[in-house]
């Protein structure tokens, strides 16, 4: 067993990052949902960039983007993830490893709808992570799409969510002399119980 009290307490971790989270967002001068995501693509080369996390659910992270992208080809080919939140006002990590799995129905279109009209222009005019000739070239597309799709386009088929199931996740909190507080919770399963380590900073 470990000596987990205070901020590290509570016998699930999902809602322990959604009230880490909570108070990020207070404390954080902007961005407190923004999360990296890694992913590895066919060669096994990594790959990182910023997503914003848009829900967590009970045993899922949910952020939206283009499933085209590289990043959508990388999660949908290799079914693993990782996310990591740094929060600086706040001197602590969450770090989460897991399964893939993609939200592209009704929470998807839900999502898609809620956004502003020129989001939603744009996720039809960007073919995210592919090459552009010129600004231009982007503007032009989002002109197209505009007079096309009129006032309420629908959510484009290459665009939705990903849920990230955690099979891992570490809560890292800083401390004095590089002393840092670090608890594990693993699980074999998504359907399994946590186990949890205190891990050496
Ligand atoms: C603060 C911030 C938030 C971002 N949020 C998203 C997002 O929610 N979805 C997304 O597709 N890209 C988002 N991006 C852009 C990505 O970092 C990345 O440039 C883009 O998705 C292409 O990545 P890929 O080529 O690896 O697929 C965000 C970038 C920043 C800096």
Redesign the pocket.
Known sequence: MTDRSGIFAGDDPIALAKSWLAEAKKTELN?AI?VS?A?VDQSGMP????????EIEDNAFV????YE??????LISSGKAALNFHWKSLRRQVRIRGLVEKEDGAQADAYYNSRPLDSRIGAWASQ??RPLLNREELENAVRENKDALGASPERPPHWGGFRIKPLEMEFWADGPNRLHDRFKWEKPDIDATWTINRLNP
């Open positions: 961005d923004a995501l992913t790959n990182v960039r910023i997503v914003l996390l848009k952020f939206y983007t283009n992208s590289s990043k959508g080809q990388e995210q992570s």
